[in-house]
């Protein structure tokens, strides 16, 4: 399997012998990429999403305090994938909601997986979960670390 970023352009590919060919892009209207985002946005309206060249749903949560609010999901062939950081460095994939793996990227386009014994991944879960670790990056700080890093700003001094 090979994972593509371009961080400049706004797209991941994953491809492979035996996987489903995955494309995510930003669009190209863009007005300013987040450089802390790999793929450059959360905003769902300005990111396509496919499986072998079938449109799938991607949306993103906003990414705000608490680590859920980091998750991506992708709705697909009658199924739900969800990419969510459980610890600073890493997330976990749930494909309808039964935990199946965890992955960890640093936004730099490699990505390590980790299958659960008691799964039975396919080949298209493993290409999802690559793609977005790719493009959003895994693993998330935990609230109260932001909460103490926010409070601190607002001391004097």
Do not use: C, N
Not at 105 to 118: C, F, H, N
């Amino acid at each position: 399997m090979t994972v593509r970023l371009d961080m400049e352009v706004g797209e991941v590919t994953v491809e492979g012998e035996s996987v489903p060919r995955i494309g995510l892009v930003r669009a190209k209207e863009t007005e300013a990429a987040d450089e802390h985002i790999p793929i450059g946005t959360r905003d769902a309206r300005l990111l396509t999403l496919t499986v072998d060249g079938e449109e799938a749903v991607i949306d993103p949560a906003k990414g705000r305090l608490t680590r859920r609010s980091y998750r991506v999901d992708v709705r697909h062939a009658d199924h739900t994938w969800r990419l969510v950081p459980d610890s600073i460095p890493g997330s976990r994939l749930l494909r309808d909601d039964e935990h199946i793996g965890d992955f960890s990227s640093d936004g730099d386009g490699r990505v390590l997986a980790e299958w659960r014994e008691d799964a039975e991944p396919g080949a298209l879960d493993a290409a999802l979960g690559y793609a977005l670790a790719a493009a959003f990056g895994t693993g998330a700080q935990p609230m109260w670390i932001l909460t103490v890093e926010a409070a601190s700003e607002m001391l004097p001094g």
